[in-house]
């Protein structure tokens, strides 16, 4: 069992002290997919875990003080079920420091040969120059520059 960092609550109300989005792919290859478009290949974050058993394949990357997580799971039970993004206007909206930042993730994200930009479906995001990278099963990455 992986052993998380001990963080402060968010706040008394919610004394939670992690958040992680878990979402499923729909076979292996998607998870192998998914991990080289979110992991440090492409969107850059880093790797924190890995799992498998006998039902069940993952991966868990995060941002670096592992408050916030993204997990991808491929349920060997289930191959091929339908794991499409619900709409999209679905969306992860990452903040960064620069625009520069903003162009060398976009680029990055397009390196792996997994990602596209598209136009977001929120026209607030094309208007105010964030720039919005389909994944590689129709979920969608926003990179906006935190003024």
Not at 64 to 76: A, C, I, V
Not at 97 to 112: G, I, P
Request: hydrophobic share 40%.
């Amino acid at each position: 069992m992986t052993v998380w960092p001990r963080l402060p609550a968010f706040s008394p109300s919610l004394p939670a002290v992690r958040y992680r989005t878990a979402r499923p792919t729909a076979t292996a290859a998607s998870l192998e997919a998914c991990q080289k478009f979110y992991g440090p290949e492409g969107l850059g974050l880093p790797l924190i875990s890995t799992f498998s058993d006998d039902t069940f394949d993952g991966v868990i990357l995060g941002m670096p003080d592992h408050g916030h997580q993204l997990e991808f799971t491929f349920d060997k039970r289930h191959v091929g079920m339908n794991c499409d993004a619900p709409t999209k206007d679905n969306l992860l909206v990452f903040y960064l420091e620069t625009k520069d930042a903003v162009k060398a993730v976009a680029d990055r994200l397009l390196a792996t040969g997994l990602g596209r930009i598209v136009e977001a479906e929120n026209v607030w995001w094309n208007q105010n120059e964030g720039v919005t990278v389909e994944g590689p099963e129709g979920w969608r990455v926003c990179l906006f520059y935190d003024q």
